[in-house]
Each structure stands twice: as structure tokens, then as C-alpha cells.
């Protein structure tokens, strides 16, 4: 029987030396004339242990990682098609506490399966959810995401089935279902790890969309630094086309839908939701002022969904087991579960699952095992560049969109970076302000003019210039941004900005001896 | 509808004008040409100038002055509206960028894992600072913010490969790289 080995196409896992491994397995196989295949699977998210490969044995399947080319002879004389012991073994991947401590709802088959194979989907319950949701009424489907209690992945936290409403009650002939593929936020990737891992949920949660308010055409807005996604997805658009799930058809139903994928160019205003729809239109990437609201007058100003894609991947198990079922983890009004990414300095970056509640600390600490390094954890940044920067104090702070708003902190896209002692707060600070001079659209003052007048701010206060009244400045600049700005970009950079300040006063004090210390 | 063929005539003409002050009549006349089969490819589709001006910078490593004109006038828009779309966005060149290209991350995560003394290496040994060219062509450096590669910091994308976790081994492989 032909043996099936898991290498994976994940970007993380390729950063790391996967396609010399797949090349290095292959040319084994070749010479030892073996019967066995190389899929190409998604990352399972544990990236200190990428590249990590997998066999399919008799007992199950059984991961090596991480592998470098170097090791593939080895890996063979040990006998690694049946599982054999090597010093790489990582025994069966799913009793992996990483793995095996999370809620694997919307990443199910990410890192199992080929991403790009439809029966390899098919067969780990992939399109149940769309096969109930073309019996159902709009309003029917419209009302399982509302009762699920399900919120946009993306950073605003609104609830995807009041938003999928209010295009079902708008009447158009055309309508549109995009799906926010711009993943700007640093420290992010569960994205990318979908659209690589395992395109078909996504494309699957943007039909349901599209039965559910009536639209026909889909795009999926990706940003230009994810070229690895970009392939994989067209891979799985075409043979969803092929098989009929997507088409004037879908599914043999009434419903026509089609998807593509558009590419970004650089620009993290871009994720914003009304600059993306100005982007796809061909226009400058500028932010819209709200209303009309997408849902209202959206893409060439007709009635559209726009939801990240972790919200819509999310959407096809709520359909398949029920709103309950989702709504049943979680707390408070954050349902459901939430990838988490850790990222930066950690012992353990990857991509975590699990339901809302876990504490900071818990993440941190336990999940991500504390810095790479060994050195102390001492702040942590939640939420991309816009989000605030988190001490230990605060590490008891539950992951839940209302807890990390009353500590002056947003989820956002749910990316946690890690930074060890050595952190410079001031200069945070100063990047935080630095990033909003950058990619700012330029339609507001107190974004476009103020972020670089930030810099300037702190800029002295590196020099030692005065930096109480430094201080006082900056402070007064962010309130100007927060409360002045049309969008989040100039509106959250204080996020960063004064949580820095606040939690870690004294790196932005006088500091003779600094560079001596050295 | 206009028939396709004076379409096309009807752009050629307006993109000699345009832009035959700025290069030989043969080379404008090839740039135009490629640059329309681009936005041939492209006519049918809904918002198409990110697709044309994607596609006009694969072909040409930039977005030369004299396809501006050439897409204009397909898509009923002035040069000016173009140019203004073009330059708002990060990807899109002016110029010819170095045979190769490196985006260097420069963002949290991989500040966190030290990809500040990672660019620092690499400005001296490829003697170049972000968003400037080798002086023999060779190379490209500039900053992006995010690879999506943060479990893997430092990160980096040569020529739109990825790498992960930057050492100093993997920085003088790509200075080698570059360089030969
Ligand atoms: C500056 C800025 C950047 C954003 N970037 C993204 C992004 O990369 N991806 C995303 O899904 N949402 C992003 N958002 C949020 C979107 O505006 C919007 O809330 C989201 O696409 C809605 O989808 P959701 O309800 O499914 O989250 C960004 C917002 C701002 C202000
Ligand atoms: S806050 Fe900044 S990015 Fe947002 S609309 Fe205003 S200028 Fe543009
Ligand atoms: S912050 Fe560098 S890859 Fe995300």
C-alpha cells in the first residue's frame, strides 16, 4: 500500500526549509524505489517544531520535526514509513500538549489534510454546512450566525449575523460577499494558515454568505505579501469550480456564486474595510466615511458583506452543528473559540485554538511557554500594531473582547507578541507612531500630521530633551488622534502609545546611564 | 461598446503622444504594446486597475511612465488619476529595482526576536540602506511590515521566497546570494 507522507506548503513551514525537505524525501523515496506519496499539507501551527513531517502509519500518524533536509536518509534507515524511532519522533502529533490542550473548531482540518484536494475536505466533513445551508431559507441561515453569537475575527468584534442581516433587508439585484484577506496586523497569521491550510472552509463560508444575503459574486481582498496563499486558493477555487460547489449551480441548487481572488499592494490601510472596497474598485486606498455602511452601499456602492476570514471560516461548523453548539464555548458575549497567534519572543509561537477565557498569563506563560530566549517576559503587544502593550500585572486579564477593552486593550485579530526584558518601551512608543506616519492614507490631520509629530515628540525624549514635557505632549497628541481621527489607524495608535507610557513609565524618563549600562 | 480594434488604435495614438518624449519611439512602442495586452486581459473585469497595474509591473519589473497614458485612456480615466493610484500604494515602482529584491521585516513580532541588528547587518554588508539600490544592480533592501511569518521571527522574502528565524548564517547566504 502506497504510504502517504505530510510535508507541509504552510509559508512558516517553507520560511523554514520545507521544500527542501519535500525535495529530500522524494529523491529517498526515488532511490530506495519505496511506494510512497508527499501531500502537501497546511501547517499544524507548532512552528519551533517546523518543518514538521508526518507519516501515516497503521497505528495512526506519526510526526518528525523539526526536519532538515540533512535528515531524510536518516529518517528512512530508521525505518520512518512505519514509524520508526528516530531522534526526531515526535510520536503521535494530536497527544502533543500544544495540540492536544486546544478547541479545534474553525482550524479542524488545517495540517491534516491536503488543502487542496476537495475529497480529502469531503472526507473530514468538509461542505456539510454548505450542503444544509442551500435547504435552508436565508433568514434561517441569517439566524444561526446571529444566534451563534459569532463576531467579526478582524478586530472590530461585530456581530457577523446583525451585519449578514442588514444586507439580507437591503434590496439589490447585485450583491457582494468579500472577504478581508489583508491580515496587516503584525503578529498575525491564522489567516494565512487557513487560506494555506485549508482554502475550501473558506470558500465554503463565503457561499453559506452568499445564500444567506443573496449575492452571487465573492472576492477574496489578499494582501501581496502572501503569495504562497494566493496559490493555494486558486488551486482549491478551480476544483470547487470543477466539482460544481461553486458556479451557476452550487451544489445543484438554484444559487450561482463565484469567487476571486484579488491582490492588495502594500498598504495596511487596507485592511479597514471601506479603504479595501475603495482598493478592489481600482481607487486610491482611502478610508470611506461611515454611513452608508458596506451593507448598505458597499462594493461599487451595492449592498455587501465584508467579514475577515476567520469569520467566515468560521461560519461552515456553525452551520453544519449548530449555533448552539458553537455558542456553547466561550464566555461573556465572546462565543465560540478564537485562534490565538503567539508570536514574537516565545518558547512556543504558533497558532493556538481555543475557546474565549484563557487568561493573558495563561498564553504567555504556559502556552507559549514564556520568551525563546529564557530571559523574563515583560510586555506583551495584543492585537497588532494598534493594540496596547500589556504588562505582567495585567496577565490576568481573560482573552474576551469586553476584558481587554476595560484594561485599555483591544484583541483585535488575536495575535500576541512576546517581548523579553531587554524591550525598549520608548522605542515602541516611538514605531507605534512611526507606523501610522507610514501607512496612513492622509485623509485626517491628527493622523497624517500627528503621528509624525509623535515621533518627533519622542524622538527628544530619547535625546533627553525636557521628557516630562515630552510626555505631556504625547499625551495630549494622542487624545487629539484618538478622538479626531475617521479611522482606527490614527484612532488606536494611542492604544500602543499610552499603554507604553502608562505601564512602563520609567523608560521614558531621564536616562543618563542608559548607554553606559550597555 | 467600441469595436476592439479601434480601441486599441484609438490608445496607441494617445499613448505616442504621451509618452514618446520620454523614450525611443521602438521602446515606447514596446512597453505600450505589452502594457495593452495587459489591460486586454483585464477589460472585462469589474475595478480592474490594481489587476493592469499588478500585471504592467510583472512584465516590467516597474510601472514605467509610459504605460500610464496606455492604461488612462482604456479604463476612461486621466493620467493623473493613475499616477495618484499607483503612488498611493507601497508595491507599485517608479523605477527598476535591483536584480534582486529583499523585504526585510521590520515589524513587532520580529523586533521582538532582533530584526533590528539583522537590518543592521545587512545595510553594512550589502553597503546599501532600506529603499535604495547596490550600486551595481545586484540588490534591492526594503522594509515590509509583516510576512505573517511570526512564529518564525526575523523574517525575511528575497525574490518572493520566505525565510524564517534569520541568523547570521542565513544572513551571508543571502548577501552570497545577491552578490552572485
Ligand atoms: C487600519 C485598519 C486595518 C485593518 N486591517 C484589517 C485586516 O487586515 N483584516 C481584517 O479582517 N480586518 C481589518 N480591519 C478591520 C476591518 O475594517 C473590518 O472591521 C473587518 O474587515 C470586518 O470583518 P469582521 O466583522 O469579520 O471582522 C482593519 C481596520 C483598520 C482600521
Ligand atoms: S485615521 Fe489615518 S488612516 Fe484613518 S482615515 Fe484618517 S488619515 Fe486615513
Ligand atoms: S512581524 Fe515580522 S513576520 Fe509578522
Redesign the interface.
Known amino acids: 500500500m502506497t504510504v502517504t507522507i505530510y510535508v507541509p506548503r504552510d509559508s512558516g513551514a517553507l520560511a523554514l526549509g520545507a521544500e527542501k525537505v519535500a525535495k529530500a524525501i522524494a529523491e529517498e523515496i526515488d532511490k530506495r524505489k519505496l511506494d510512497a506519496r508527499i501531500v502537501r499539507n497546511g501547517s499544524r501551527g507548532l512552528y519551533w517544531l517546523e518543518p514538521m513531517v508526518e507519516v501515516e502509519t497503521a497505528n495512526g500518524r506519526i510526526a518528525y520535526g523539526p526536519v532538515g533536509a540533512k535528515d531524510a536518509a536518516s529518517l528512512f534507515d530508521a525505518g520512518f514509513l512505519s514509524g520508526g524511532a528516530h531522534p526526531l519522533s515526535l510520536g503521535d502529533p494530536e497527544k502533543l500538549p500544544f495540540l492536544a490542550k486546544q478547541t479545534r473548531l474553525t482550524f479542524a482540518r488545517v495540517g491534516i489534510i491536503d488543502p487542496v484536494s476537495l475529497d480529502d475536505y469531503r472526507a473530514h466533513g468538509g461542505l456539510a454546512g454548505l450542503e444544509k445551508a442551500v435547504k435552508l431559507e436565508p433568514a434561517a441561515i441569517v439566524e444561526q450566525v446571529t444566534e451563534s453569537g459569532l463576531r467579526g475575527r478582524g478586530g472590530a468584534g461585530f456581530p457577523t449575523g446583525i451585519k449578514w442581516k442588514t444586507v439580507l433587508d437591503t434590496p439589490g439585484e447585485v450583491k457582494y460577499i468579500v472577504c478581508n484577506a489583508d491580515e496587516g496586523d503584525s503578529g498575525t497569521f491564522s489567516d494565512r494558515m487557513i487560506m494555506e491550510g485549508d482554502p475550501f472552509v473558506l470558500i465554503e463560508g463565503m457561499t453559506i454568505a452568499a445564500i444567506a444575503v443573496g449575492a452571487s459574486k465573492g472576492y477574496i481582498y489578499l494582501r501581496s505579501e502572501y503569495p504562497h496563499a494566493e496559490k493555494a486558493l486558486n488551486e482549491a477555487l478551480a476544483a470547487a469550480r470543477k466539482a460544481g460547489v461553486l458556479g451557476t449551480s452550487v451544489l445543484g441548487s438554484h444559487h450561482a456564486f463565484d469567487i476571486e481572488v484579488r491582490m492588495g499592494a502594500g498598504a495596511y490601510v487596507c485592511g479597514e474595510e471601506t479603504s479595501l472596497l475603495d482598493s478592489l474598485e481600482g481607487k486610491r486606498g482611502e478610508v470611506r466615511a461611515k454611513p452608508p455602511l458596506p451593507a448598505h452601499k458597499g462594493l461599487f456602492g451595492k449592498p455587501t458583506v465584508i467579514n475577515n476570514v476567520i469569520s467566515l471560516a468560521s461560519v461552515p461548523i456553525i452551520l453544519d452543528k449548530g449555533a448552539t453548539f458553537y455558542k456553547d464555548f466561550g464566555m461573556g458575549r465572546s462565543r465560540g473559540t478564537i485562534p490565538i497567534q503567539i508570536a514574537g519572543n516565545a518558547k512556543y509561537p504558533g497558532l493556538f485554538e481555543a475557546a474565549f477565557g484563557l487568561t493573558l498569563g495563561e498564553i504567555v506563560d504556559e502556552i507559549g511557554g514564556g520568551t525563546a530566549n529564557g530571559r523574563p517576559v515583560r510586555a506583551v503587544q495584543v492585537g497588532g500594531p494598534l493594540g496596547a502593550y500589556f504588562p505582567r500585572a495585567l496577565f490576568d486579564t481573560p482573552f474576551d473582547y469586553e476584558a481587554f477593552a476595560a484594561k485599555d486593550g483591544l484583541i483585535g485579530h488575536a495575535g500576541v507578541v512576546v517581548f523579553d526584558d531587554t524591550v525598549d518601551m520608548l522605542k515602541q512608543a516611538r514605531f507605534a507612531m512611526e507606523f501610522c506616519a507610514i501607512e496612513s492614507c492622509g485623509k485626517c490631520t491628527p493622523c497624517r500630521v500627528g503621528s509624525v509629530r509623535g515621533v518627533e515628540t519622542l524622538d527628544r525624549i530619547v535625546r533627553n530633551i525636557e521628557p516630562e514635557k515630552q510626555v505631556a505632549l504625547v499625551t495630549d497628541l494622542c487624545n487629539t488622534m484618538k478622538f479626531g481621527s475617521l479611522c482606527a489607524l490614527g484612532g488606536f495608535t494611542p492604544y500602543p502609545v499610552m499603554s507604553a507610557l502608562k505601564h512602563f513609565p520609567e523608560d521614558f524618563r531621564p536616562h543618563p546611564m542608559q548607554e553606559a549600562a550597555e | 461598446m467600441i469595436k476592439k480594434e479601434n480601441f486599441v488604435l484609438s490608445i496607441v495614438k494617445f499613448a505616442f503622444r504621451e509618452g514618446a518624449a520620454l523614450t525611443t519611439p521602438q521602446a515606447s512602442t514596446e512597453i505600450t504594446a505589452k502594457t495593452l495586452a495587459v489591460v486586454e486581459a483585464w477589460r472585462e473585469a ?6 493592469i ?2 500585471g504592467v509591473q510583472e512584465e516590467f519589473g516597474y510601472i514605467p511612465n509610459e504605460a500610464l497614458p496606455v492604461i488612462a485612456n482604456a ?1 476612461n480615466l486621466s493620467r493623473a488619476d493613475v499616477y ?2 499607483m503612488s ?5 515602482r517608479e523605477r527598476p529595482a535591483g536584480r534582486h529584491v529583499l523585504k526585510l521585516c521590520q ?7 532582533g530584526s533590528d541588528a539583522v537590518a543592521e547587518k545587512l545595510r553594512k554588508l550589502l553597503g546599501i540602506d532600506f529603499n535604495e539600490t547596490a550600486k551595481d544592480g545586484s540588490v534591492t533592501l526594503e522594509p ?10 526575523p ?1 525575511a ?1 528575497l525574490d ?1 521566497e ?4 534569520l541568523d547570521e548564517g542565513k544572513v551571508n547566504e543571502i548577501v552570497a546570494e545577491v552578490r552572485a
Open positions: 469589474e475595478g480592474p486597475l490594481l489587476p497595474l499588478h479604463l495618484g493610484v498611493f500604494y507601497h508595491d507599485f515589524a513587532e513580532s520580529c523586533q521582538a526576536m515590509v511590515y509583516c510576512l505573517g511569518l511570526c512564529a518564525c521571527s523574517s522574502m518572493g520566505v525565510i524564517g528565524r
